[in-house]
């Protein structure tokens, strides 16, 4: 808990502070504070739970996908190939081409394989940095308020989930950062009028990054096509940006012998009951990030913006494949993990037009609502982190009769900050 008091201090100069006026017109500095209180609370994380001292050296590790597309990495840079035994067969047992890619490029250095996976996991700390300056963009493009900015970013910071897969060492980091942009520079092209190449070949990597990922690739495809001023040019950078898609697609065909991923054959196709796990993949979904959706949902009806609209859609269809896939093995929702930073942006920037809405009396005491405001804030949030470090360290979990709380706590911090 004294992380959490370290990590919030400097956040609440943005709230409660009398010179925070002053202090917040400088985007630099909101952007220092929220990753000062990231690095507060991931980097421990990253330290301490990923990390532990056998015959006198401390060893870090990373989650278990990860972990085995680190050994494929490993031989690729003992020169054995892509493969999981050096020497033997050849099975793409990774879904996350240019993340192993890395990996392996990590392994080329003098650095010893005990310590190897703390860089993969700073990589993605630093990764999830960068993220910050995009969602801060993100929300002004959404014409959101600088209150609105940094509730966003604090509810970034304090993710459990997205905490989860940036500390594991998982691609997933690394593909929301680019999706993010993609929504960013999409969102940009529209508001400018200007087709720019290097969008298109980011959605054209997304893929590579994870192979499931195809398919936000082609939905994004779909938006910058439509969006495009110049159809024809926006079809040839489309084709264009495929290319290392099509070369990898072929060095697959070549190398492995196979269309797809070992791992796509294995949680993909051939099991029973996916369509119901992938239901029940959604519903616990839906039961933990209830508020979120419900905001962004009736903020794209309120506001009826394109750029809304459309970002809602993306997440729709998207959701939808991950359903009829039969969501995922793991708990902490990896595959909605690039969307949640979108959702939060759309709920939060909609906030006030949603509330104008439905209600008729607005408060008025400005200086005693940001007060309320603050302190439901800050209370929401320890008790997620709470339950966030509580779940790391394999200690006491809320229980499902506390989570209500958790939820009216939330719906305080949104409704309050809608109205003042």
């Not at 597309?69 to 020169?79: E, H, K, P, T």
């Amino acid at each position: 808990m004294f992380l959490i008091g370290i990590a919030l201090l400097p956040i609440s100069f943005l709230f409660i502070s009398p010179i925070k006026e002053k202090i917040e017109q400088n985007k630099l500095f909101v952007f220092g504070i929220f990753t000062f209180s990231l690095l507060i609370i991931w980097l421990p994380a990253i330290i301490y739970t990923r990390s532990a001292v056998i015959g006198g050296e401390r060893i870090w590790w990373l989650g278990d996908d990860a972990m085995i597309s680190m050994r494929y990495g490993l031989n690729l840079a003992r020169g054995h190939g892509l493969v999981w035994n050096a020497g033997g067969e050849r099975v793409e047992g990774y879904s996350n081409f240019l993340w192993t890619i890395y990996m392996g490029f990590v392994h080329l250095f003098p650095i010893p394989t005990t310590k190897t996976s703390l860089v993969i996991l700073l990589t993605n700390l630093i990764l999830s940095i960068l993220t910050i300056p995009v969602l801060i963009h993100l929300t002004n493009l959404f014409d959101a308020s600088l209150e609105t900015t940094k509730l966003v970013l604090l509810a970034y910071v304090f993710s459990a989930n997205l905490f989860q897969w940036t500390t594991s060492g998982f691609e997933i980091t690394l593909l929301t950062l680019l999706f993010l942009w993609v929504i960013l520079k999409l969102i940009n092209q529209k508001d400018q009028g200007a087709d720019q190449f290097n969008t298109y070949l980011i959605i054209g990597f997304l893929a590579l990054v994870r192979a499931d990922a195809i398919i936000l690739s082609i939905l994004l495809y779909a938006l910058a096509c439509y969006s495009a001023i110049d159809k024809k040019k926006a079809i040839v950078f489309t084709l264009i940006s495929l290319m290392p898609f099509l070369f990898h697609f072929v060095f697959r065909i070549i190398y492995y012998n196979k269309l797809l991923s070992n791992t796509a054959y294995l949680k993909v196709f051939g099991w029973d009951n996916r369509l119901l796990s992938g239901i029940r993949y959604l519903g616990l979904f839906l039961l933990n990030y209830p508020l979120v959706l419900c905001f962004a949902f009736l903020s794209c009806l309120s506001m009826l913006q394109p750029k809304r609209l459309t970002s809602f859609l993306i997440f729709i269809i998207y959701t939808a494949y991950l359903t009829f896939i039969g969501g995922d093995a793991f708990p902490g929702f990896r595959f909605f993990i690039p969307f949640i930073p979108l959702l939060l942006v759309l709920a939060f920037s909609g906030i006030p037009e949603v509330v104008d809405r439905f209600s008729s009396n607005r408060i008025e005491k400005v200086d005693q609502g940001s007060m309320l405001y603050t302190m439901i804030l800050i209370m929401g949030m320890a008790i997620f982190l709470f339950k966030l470090l509580a779940g790391f360290s394999g200690g006491i979990r809320l229980s499902d009769a506390q989570k209500p709380t958790i939820w009216l706590i939330a719906a305080g911090t949104l409704l309050v900050g809608g109205v003042i």
